[in-house]
Every structure is written in C-alpha cells, then in structure tokens.
DNA sequence: CAACATTTATAAGAGAGGAACACAAACCGG
DNA sequence: CCGGTTTGTGTTCCTCTCTTATAAATGTTG
C-alpha cells in the first residue's frame, strides 16, 4: 500500500529505540536509567547500549542520582545533554517578529521579538530581518554551534513539504516561498521547515502545555483569525499537503458576513477579533490592545462588553460542537483571546456544547485554556525543527564543536 | 509518552514484515516473490523465511506463475489461501440485517440480506436474527471453518472499546451493548468488534472502492442520516472512544431545523433523506424508494425535483468546504443517495467548494461517488474483523480443519 | 543448443535485544 | 558498626532476524 512501503530490519529496531528514548528525555526531562526501562520495556542491557550510543554523540549524559532515600543501588540518570543540539526557532506573527535557539529537550537559551513595521510585509525584507535576529542570536551563543534545523511559524497556510506560503492574508502573501527566502537569507545548512503558528502552538502545547498526553487534542486559537491545530492520536493532523486543521474556515453561518478568505459565514467572522470588537461597538482594527480592554471592561460588567463576549461565546461553542462531533477529542485547549476569555464566556461555550454536540462525545471532553503564551508558535516552531532529529537521532551524531567538526569532515 | 511504551525489538520487526506481507497480498491481490522484494525493500532470502512461516500457518499459498514471457527463472506468485482465515460480517442497517462470511483478501463466500421488520428494534431479537443468518451461512461452508473474528456494522454511534451503541437513532438504542448481546447469542470463541456503518463504508472504499491508495479520504454517506469516514494517512480516524467522523451533526444552519439528535441546524437536517424529500413536497419519510423516484424525476427534468436537489447540493458542499478546510484531504467520496445524485449536483457542490474552500486545498481534492454500493458497511465490517489478523499475522498461526485442531489442543 | 537473465536455495555473517549471573551501592535494623 | 535486603549495573553468552555470498535452477533469446 505505502508507496515506500517499509520492511523493517535490525537498523530500523536501533533507529525506533534510540529515537523512544531521545524523545521520552525531550518530552518529559531526565529520567534514570531504570525508568527507561520500564517505559521502554526493553532491558537493561539494551538501555545501556542505546545510552551510550547516544552519549556518545553528545546528546545525552549521565549523571549519578542524588541518594533518595530508597534502598537499592542508584541507578544514573540520563538527561539531554546541555551542550548538545540546538535548533533556530523563527516566527512571522501579525504584528511582529521573534527568533529563539532551543536546546533539545525544550530550553530556550536566547530569545527576541521585535515589532514588525506595519506594512513591511515583502518576504525578502522579513528574512533578513529574521537572519539579522538570529545572528544577533547567535552571537551570543558559543563559538561554533551550529544549529541542527530551523523551524518557521508563520501566520498563514503553509505548505509543509516545500515550504511555500500559499495564502497569508494578514501579509498579503499568495504562493510566498519562504522557506527558500529563509534559506538564501540565513546561510545555514540545516534543514528549515515551515509551518502554520496554530498546527505549532498545537504540538507544543501537546508537548510541554496544556494538553500533555492528551492523544486526542483540539487547539483553537484566537487571534485576528482563528487557528486551529489538531493532534489524532498524538501525530499533528497536516492534511494532505499541509493545510489541515484551518477551522477558522469553516462555514458555521450561511448568512454570515464575507470573509477576508472570500467565503461566507466562516466561523472567523463570528468569532476572530474583529467580530468581538465590532459586536462591542469598538473600533474592529484595534488589535490585541482593543481586545484587552474589552476584556477587562467585561469583567467589570460594563453590559456592551458582556453582551460582545456573550456573542463570541455561543458562536464559539457552535463551532466547537462541530468539532467536537467530527474529532471526538479528549480535550480542547483555547489559545489567545479564546483562553483569555474562557473564564467569562466558559458557561456559555459549555451550554453551547451540551446542546449542539452529540452525548457521547461531549461528555468526555474538557475545555481548558493554553497555558503557553503568546511564545506558543515560536517553541512550536522549535519541536519542527527538532523533528527529524528525533525521529533517527543516530543520523545526526552530531558534528559539532570545534576539533571534531575538523576531525570527522 | 505512549502509555504502553514500546521498545521494539526482533520479534518486532518480524510481526511488522509478516504483517505487511499479508496486507500487500489481502489489499492487493496475489503478487509474485519478487514483487514482494521490490515493494517491501526486504532481500529475496527474508521474504522467502516471511512466506515461508505464513504458508505454514495456511494463510498463504505459493503457486507457480504462468511464463510471462520474460527471460530470467519465474517467481512463484503468493496469493492469500483460498481455504484459510475467514470472517464473520453483520450488519444492524435501516430497514435490513446483512451477515456475510468472507475471505481473507476479500472475497465474499456467502451473503445474505433480509429486511428488518419495522419496529423490531430490540437488541435481543437483532442480535438472534443475526445468529440465525449466521448459522444458515455457515452452513453452507465446510465443517469445521471457524471465523478468526466477527465485525458488525451498525448505523449508530458506537464505542469501540466494547461494543456499546451510545446512540442509534433509527433503532431508539441509547448506551446498549450490543457487542456482548451478539457474543451471547452467536457463541463463537471470535473477537467481536462493532463500528459504526460509514466508518467501515470508508475503511473498505479505501482498501477496496473508490479510494485506493487516497491516504487522505473523506467518506460522506447520506442514507436516512448522514454518515461519515475519515481516513488521514491511511488510517481511519475513530477520535478518543471510536465517536469520530460524526459530521452529519455538524451544525451547519444555526437558523435550521432540530435535529433527532436534540441539536439544532445539524448537517443532516439540510441534506439527509428526510430534507430532500421534504423540500421536494414529498412523504419525508418514504426512504430510500422515494429519493429514487425524486432523482428519477430530476434527471427528467421535473422542477420541483430539480429545486430540491439544488437545495441539497448546495448544502452538501456547504459542509465539504467546510471539511475541506479542516482535513485537507486528497479525495471527497460520496456515498449513498450522495453518490446516487452526484451527476446532477456536482457542479453545484464544486460551485460552493469553490466559493467557501480555501483555494490551496481546495485545488487538490477531488469529489467521486463511492464504487461499493449497498454492502459497503458489510464489506466494512468484514475489512474491520480482520484487523487483529493484519496486525499479527503470526499471532493466528490458525489451528484450523480437522486433525490440526486437535493435535495443536 | 549455448548464452544470458532472473530468481530460488542454502549457508555463513552481522546487528540488535534478551537472559543469566556476579558484583556494586544504597537503605535498614540490631 | 556490620551484616542483610533491595535494587541496579556490567558482562557474557544466546537467540532472533535480516543481509550477504555463492551455487543451482528455470526461463528466454539468438
């Protein structure tokens, strides 16, 4: 069936474990040698081995445990490795732009956002302004590290496998190739992945937020659109070419207003900002700030805003109903101004919900704010690029630092 | 992260390879040894070991191949045993029972479909009626064929952990057990799985239909409900407990009519049956029948026929758009009186794809009607009872027919 | 009928994890 | 303070599975 359909071998056994362990150690931080064990369900002997090829290739150590007052003899523990690999993480939100180096297992050594002139949207211009962060990054990292990927999030639909912005309405972009951009504008050799800031603060809120474990994970986010990512069964649903999980487009109101993306009724127009702002009689263009306020003004009773977010809520929860009913999720997790006002509006999503969703599905799901914050995209951008690394971590024995760079060129 | 974390190890890889042999030769057809090296990237020598295991279990059976015409010693061609692993299909419809005993690879050996009286609607008397069509089936095969497994269609919404129909509007079931009913009354040692009947409807257009090779499918059925299937890189989506896919109950109409499921403005209260007939002036509850004699009438030009399957295509692709932008998916496959109508709707559903999709994917997803028709969900369930088989192959090292029984007790 | 092409068959080799056993390092209790 | 208990490491040998190498088999082609 699979058009490179896949017998396995030895390697393949080697690659799958020492990949289980690098990701269990990124996931979830240290862990002794023991507790490997029992979550592998390999053996000891077999940890050891993988442990030390991965020590090895600088991408863990180990440590002896600190005593913790249990009996038996202590069992080291593995951690990634500090000094190990890093990756460049980049962002294209509406209004700005960020950069971060991330070392594997998720520490974010430096990290910068910038505004972003308004209308200074050419993809040139952004790029280097990207390559002049991250070299400013860079600077202030150790000589010689060298970053093992990049990773783009970006306000927009992407296409994963080549990196081509295919429509970015807040941009103006159609058909952008900004992954070719970023790859004459950065200089760098390792690979660079793009990819929608929703589909990313998804994984990463998957990973290290809200939804840890989840499996089964719904993230919509509101922004001057609405994002959305969705995780199945703890993969990333991209769709076929990368475009999945656009739910800010779905139709939810046939007589709805037009959409910037030239549909009708798309659930963004009854949910995104705009909608909000205008609902409360306020200047729909007012951004993030606006929408604060309206906020604060809601939470102080003042009716127009109540009746604003009232408005937000029952169309937010119709959408979700939606979704809920298609995906049956464990869990929702709200980002932006959706968790921002999950608190206000939360009774009235969950009537929503109650009402429109099928029972059975509804009554196993939770809606819970994100927990990461306006960063989400930019770490999420961070777990892409660590991606190939940890799917086949003994492909990257990592040349690094100095002599070896040298030695093994 | 997984919670059953697995380390793999040799017998791994040798359940993976058997495994992907016996599902090249059950979706594929029979294909000679060194199709197999070629598809599966293993060497002459392991795939020779792989079939020769399974040819052992009776699963497969290797024959010579007729000359060809090509230089070069013939490959012997491996096909599934015409005599081995054979299934035990149901299926619970509107107005019918269905049970089918089916081969490994697909072919259908019986089959039989009787009406369901109306009203009877009692999961003791379905789950006997079945048992009863099973038998007489049974019957008609060789003494001592014993089912590896049992599957069940049924139009509801199911939890597949066990078997439980949460919700079947047509049959008033609310959270009955209809997995362990039929294990009572059908007393066979086989797993029983039960799923819902567009789930299997997509699951076997894919391996068997319309959809071959898709990767990304939608399957979207409209029958006195609408149903739907969704495939994402080959796998059905299921959702946390088997609810997924439920996009009949997409509120698409916040204006719309109350569903049956309580909710208002569903997708099916648009499209389904009942609306079609209704818009049309006709007994919305005349059934399948009556769609029939409507589309008659459209295709003859009748107005109001025609008005009403306007109506219902432009919901119809109301709702794709709207899963469009959410999966992304490579192929849109209509099923039921969606299939049925197709050819007199289509450029009014490609019309709203194209005004409410985003443009990327929206270029790349094709609309075809389903090629299986009514026994879709039967051949569905028979595709889902062969699971575990796929999975494991090696696992069911069958102790089948006479003497094998015994020895091997 | 010989040359050639392709595949099968068989045996030896290599990679990876499993099992068993001796030893090490912690706590516990007298 | 010292032996017992517990838990885990290190090491060696074993088993499983695919790969590589070589000879034999079975077609087509001239």
Chains 1, 2 share one sequence.
Do not use: K
Request: with cysteine.
């Amino acid at each position: 069936m699979r058009l490179e359909a896949i017998g396995q071998r030895s390697e393949t056994v080697r690659r799958s474990n020492l990949s289980a362990i690098v990701r269990e150690l990124h996931d979830g931080g240290p862990a002794s040698r023991s507790e490997l064990v029992a979550r592998t369900g390999l053996t000891r002997s077999a940890i050891r081995g993988l442990i030390g090829e991965l020590a090895a290739a600088d991408l863990v150590i180990e440590e002896r445990a600190e005593p913790q007052g249990t009996p038996g003899r202590p069992s080291p523990v593995v951690r990634i490795d500090p000094d190990g690999a890093v990756v460049l993480a980049l962002e294209i939100a509406v209004d700005s732009l960020a950069a971060a180096i991330v070392g594997l297992g998720g520490e974010v050594f430096e990290r910068v956002r910038v505004d972003r002139p308004a209308g200074h949207t050419g993809v040139e211009g952004i790029a280097a302004d990207l390559a002049d962060l991250a070299a400013a990054l860079r600077s202030r990292r150790p000589a010689g590290e060298t970053p093992v990927g990049v990773g783009v999030a970006i306000v927009g639909v992407v296409r994963r496998s080549d990196g081509v912005v295919s429509l970015a309405p807040n941009l103006g972009w159609r058909d952008v190739p900004l992954g070719d951009a970023l790859a004459a504008a950065l200089r760098v050799d390792a690979p660079i992945s793009v990819a929608n800031d929703a589909d990313l603060g998804a994984l990463v809120e998957f990973r290290r937020g809200a939804a840890i474990g989840g499996g089964d994970v719904l993230f919509v986010s509101g922004e001057y659109g609405v994002g959305g990512g969705i995780i199945i069964d703890g993969r990333p649903l991209t769709g076929v070419a990368g475009y999945g999980g656009e739910v800010g487009h779905m139709p939810v109101n046939p007589i709805g207003a037009t959409c910037r993306c030239g549909s009708v009724g798309c659930w963004e127009t009854e949910v995104g900002e705009a909608a909000l702002l205008r609902m409360a009689g306020r200047p729909p263009g007012g951004g993030r700030p606006e929408v604060e306020a309206l906020v604060r003004d809601a939470e102080a009773g003042v009716p127009a805003a109540l009746t604003a977010l009232e408005h937000g809520g029952r169309w937010l929860g119709i959408g979700l109903a939606s979704l809920v009913n298609i995906f049956n999720p464990r869990l929702i997790v709200l980002g932006g101004i959706f968790g921002r006002i999950l608190p206000l509006v939360g009774p009235t999503i969950e009537h929503e919900l109650d009402r429109r969703a099928l029972a059975a599905p509804r009554r196993l799901v939770r809606v819970v704010p994100a927990v990461l914050g306006e960063d989400a995209p930019l770490l999420g951008a961070a777990e892409l690029a660590f991606e190939p690394l940890l799917a086949d971590p003994a492909g990257w024995l990592v040349p690094r630092r100095g002599q070896r760079v040298l030695a093994s060129a």
